[in-house]
């Protein structure tokens, strides 16, 4: 299981977590999981398959909006981990020099951490969330 400090935490549901990334490829990067640890979407419930994609929709709507992103990259991480996740991630026309750099940037990922600096974001998505 991934260590993510609670201070980073933005949004908890019934079946999801949701936090901004420590270690973020852009401003914003969250990671979503499913509370109960699988590896692969076909694990989940489908009670808990639904809170997940809803919390992944929830997350990147207050995204757009918080970052005045016009796109984001949603990213799948199933049956590659050892625990299932989603990364979402903010855009901008020019934030990397190439769009497709993003993906050897999501192979490389480190989410697990505490980073000082995002509880501050971190706050401010769980107001504009209502949490």
């Known amino acids: 299981m991934y260590t993510i400090s609670n201070k980073l935490l933005i ?3 019934t079946h999801a977590l949701a936090y901004l990334c420590p270690s973020p ?3 914003g990067h969250a990671v979503i999981f499913p509370k109960r640890p699988v590896s692969c979407t076909s694990d989940l419930s489908p009670e808990e398959n639904l809170d997940f ?4 929709q929830t997350i990147a709507r207050m995204l757009r909006e918080a970052y005045n992103s016009p796109s984001l990259t949603i990213e799948l991480k199933d049956r590659v981990n050892p625990v299932l996740f989603a990364n979402a991630i903010p ?3 020019g934030d990397l020099e190439s769009n497709d750099r993003i993906y050897p940037m999501l192979e490389n990922l480190n989410i697990e951490g505490d980073n000082e600096e995002l509880y501050q974001a971190a706050e401010l ?3 504009l969330l209502g949490s």
Do not use: D, G, M
Not at 53 to 56: D, G, H, K, L, Q
């Open 11 to 13: 949004k908890e549901s």
């Open 25 to 27: 490829i852009l401003e």
């Open 53 to 56: 994609w809803e919390n992944v």
């Open 91 to 93: 855009r901008k026309a």
């Open 125 to 127: 998505a769980r107001k």
